[in-house]
Structures are given as structure tokens and as C-alpha cells.
């Protein structure tokens, strides 16, 4: 049985959904121990398989970013004699794996869609086409989990925090940040987060309207292709695809999108896809659940208005 440690992350103190996934993937492998940086968010893992709740002090993230949380993460490992270590897949948590890889002389594997209880983790890769089955063969397996790649199997958690302190190495001490501006967001849900993505791409000739109305209508997060933001019709933080964000959703929505390998490389594991595109021979067609062959004008406004009736 493994002693895997997984890093809990929050978003302006709100802990994701993401968490309660590294917790099932983790529970699967042996004992689990939450890694808490920068303050104590037991309160919202309740519901959560974790074994043990550890909060790290002595670091200090908001100062020195992400070297502090592999100093933090390193100091658990050793105390706890970690195994495996679980982080959620985005810029900042490969960032995390990689530094603590290096610190621990250690192999990761990014963007892992499963993992089963002997630590043989799935990928999907070259845009989908092919599936990776793959195992890290040093002491310390580090693993970056791709978000709605599993369904939360809840359970019982830990009631107490143990306090760690965690020294800043030399190295972590060398680079301040001194000011911080934090993305303005509004209220859709994060993109890699969302279990509902509306996406636009060049079909949308830059009007998004009817594509973030529809995506409102169902309480979803809106992406875009990477023609849609190289146009600057759409913030570029908003690109799914090879070069931009990958996504795993209950439920895609291609709108205008061609349907391209980079963009596919970035939803093709979503649950469900479905397609609006006038051309029927779009490439996205073949990757579809579903597909309208239509003006996305005229068929977004339509399901907008169906599915704001049902309410």
C-alpha cells in the first residue's frame, strides 16, 4: 500500500472540485495525506477520502510562489515517506511537479486521464489518437491529474491538522514577488473546471454573443480555438487546444470550430461532444456524439431560447 500525498490548491480560498478527484484517484493507491500551503481549508474536504490533513507553515507562497510549495510539498514527503505524490494538471501544478521531480531526483508524468491502485498511469496523446499506459519506476511516483477525468467518490475525512513547518530553501529565497494583479473573471465557471464548455471558433466571424448566451443558458464556461483567439475575437486565457488549455468536460460544445488536431488535442477526452458547423464535412464531425449541420446564428439562439423555456 502507497502513502500518496496530494496537493490541495484553492482559487480565491475556495477549494475546486479538483481536489475531491486527486483524493479518488489517491484512495485507490493506499493512504492519503492533503497537503495544505498558506492556510487551513480542512473545512471543505469533509466529504473527501483523506486519511491524514497536514497544513505546511513556514513558507510562505504568496511571496515566493512556486518554489515555497515544493519546499512545503518536500517537507511533507520526507515526514510522511510519501510514495506517490497527485497534483492537479495546469500551468502552475506541472510547474510543481517538475521542481519537485527535480528536488527529489524523481520521475512525473503529466497530464494522466487515470491511474490504477499499482500506479500505472493513462494518457491520451497526439491529440487523442493514441492511449498511453505508463509507470514512473523511482521511489517517488509524481503524478499531474487532468481535471474531469474521474467521477468524486466521496468519503470519510481526517478531523484533525497536523501542523508542518517547512524552511524556504536558499534557492527559493533568491526571487521575490513583489506585486500581484490578480485576472478579472467573471461569473463563468473556470474553464478547466467547468463539467459544461461552450466553444467558438472561426464560424463565430468574432461575435461571441450568441455563443456566451447559450453557454450562460446552461451554466457552462466559454472556450474558443486557437483561430478565434489568434484573431483577438477571444482573451487568449480562453483557448482550448494543443497550445492552450485542455478540457475534459460532461459536455462539449464546438461552435464554429473546424475541428483542427490542436484543437482536438485540447477536449478530445470530453464525455460528450457535440458539433454546430454549416460545412458537413468539418473535421469535428467525426469526433461528434452529435452534430447539427446549421448556421451556429441561427441554431445557438434557438437552443438558448428552448432550454431558458425549460427552466
Known amino acids: 500500500m502507497s502513502s500518496v500525498a496530494i496537493l490541495i490548491e484553492t482559487i480565491d480560498g475556495v477549494v475546486p472540485k479538483s481536489a475531491g478527484e486527486l483524493a479518488t484517484f489517491a484512495k485507490r493507491m493506499g493512504e492519503v495525506?492533503?497537503?495544505?500551503?498558506?492556510?487551513?481549508?480542512?473545512?471543505?474536504?469533509?466529504?473527501?477520502?483523506?486519511?491524514?490533513?497536514?497544513?505546511?507553515?513556514?513558507?510562505?507562497?504568496?511571496?515566493?510562489?512556486?518554489?515555497?510549495?515544493?519546499?512545503?510539498?518536500?517537507?511533507?514527503?520526507?515526514?510522511?515517506?510519501?510514495?506517490?505524490?497527485?497534483?492537479?494538471?495546469?500551468?502552475?501544478?506541472?510547474?510543481?511537479?517538475?521542481?519537485?521531480?527535480?528536488?527529489?531526483?524523481?520521475?512525473?508524468?503529466?497530464?494522466?486521464?487515470?491511474?490504477?491502485?499499482?500506479?500505472?498511469?493513462?494518457?491520451?496523446?497526439?491529440?487523442?489518437?493514441?492511449?498511453?499506459?505508463?509507470?514512473v519506476t523511482t521511489p517517488l511516483a509524481?503524478?499531474?491529474?487532468?481535471?474531469?477525468?474521474?467521477?468524486?467518490?466521496?468519503?470519510?475525512?481526517?478531523?484533525?491538522?497536523?501542523?508542518?513547518?517547512?524552511?524556504?530553501s536558499t534557492a527559493t529565497l533568491k526571487a521575490e514577488v513583489l506585486a500581484l494583479e490578480p485576472l478579472v473573471k467573471g461569473g463563468r465557471p473556470e474553464l478547466t473546471e467547468a463539467a459544461i464548455v461552450v466553444s467558438g471558433g472561426r464560424g463565430t466571424n468574432g461575435d461571441f454573443s450568441a455563443v456566451e448566451a447559450f453557454a450562460d443558458s446552461l451554466g457552462a464556461a466559454v472556450g474558443a480555438s486557437r483561430a478565434a483567439t489568434d484573431a483577438g475575437w477571444y482573451p487568449h486565457s480562453h483557448q482550448v487546444g494543443q497550445t492552450g488549455k485542455t478540457v475534459s468536460p460532461s459536455l462539449y460544445v464546438a461552435c464554429g470550430i473546424s475541428g483542427a488536431i490542436?484543437?482536438?488535442?485540447?477536449?478530445?477526452?470530453?464525455?460528450?461532444?457535440?458539433?454546430?458547423?454549416?460545412?458537413?464535412?468539418?473535421?469535428?464531425?467525426?469526433?461528434?456524439?452529435?452534430?447539427?449541420?446549421?448556421?451556429?446564428?441561427?441554431?445557438?439562439?434557438?437552443?438558448?431560447?428552448?432550454?431558458?423555456?425549460r427552466k
Open 33 to 135: 495525506t492533503a497537503v495544505m500551503v498558506g492556510g487551513d481549508c480542512s473545512s471543505q474536504l469533509t466529504n473527501y477520502s483523506i486519511d491524514s490533513l497536514v497544513q505546511v507553515d513556514g513558507v510562505d507562497v504568496s511571496k515566493f510562489g512556486v518554489p515555497a510549495y515544493v519546499d512545503a510539498i518536500a517537507a511533507v514527503i520526507a515526514a510522511k515517506n510519501c510514495d506517490v505524490l497527485l497534483v492537479t494538471s495546469g500551468a502552475r501544478g506541472k510547474e510543481i511537479a517538475g521542481r519537485v521531480a527535480v528536488r527529489t531526483n524523481s520521475g512525473v508524468i503529466t497530464d494522466a486521464i487515470d491511474i490504477d491502485s499499482e500506479k500505472i498511469a493513462t494518457q491520451s496523446i497526439f491529440g487523442g489518437s493514441t492511449t498511453v499506459h505508463s509507470q
Open 142 to 168: 509524481i503524478f499531474t491529474m487532468r481535471s474531469n477525468s474521474v467521477e468524486i467518490v466521496e468519503g470519510a475525512c481526517a478531523t484533525s491538522v497536523e501542523k508542518l513547518s517547512a524552511t524556504p
Open 262 to 309: 490542436q484543437h482536438r488535442a485540447g477536449m478530445q477526452t470530453s464525455k460528450m461532444i457535440v458539433a454546430i458547423n454549416k460545412d458537413p464535412e468539418a473535421p469535428i464531425f467525426e469526433l461528434a456524439d452529435y452534430g447539427v449541420v446549421g448556421d451556429l446564428f441561427a441554431v445557438l439562439p434557438s437552443a438558448t431560447a428552448a432550454i431558458s423555456a
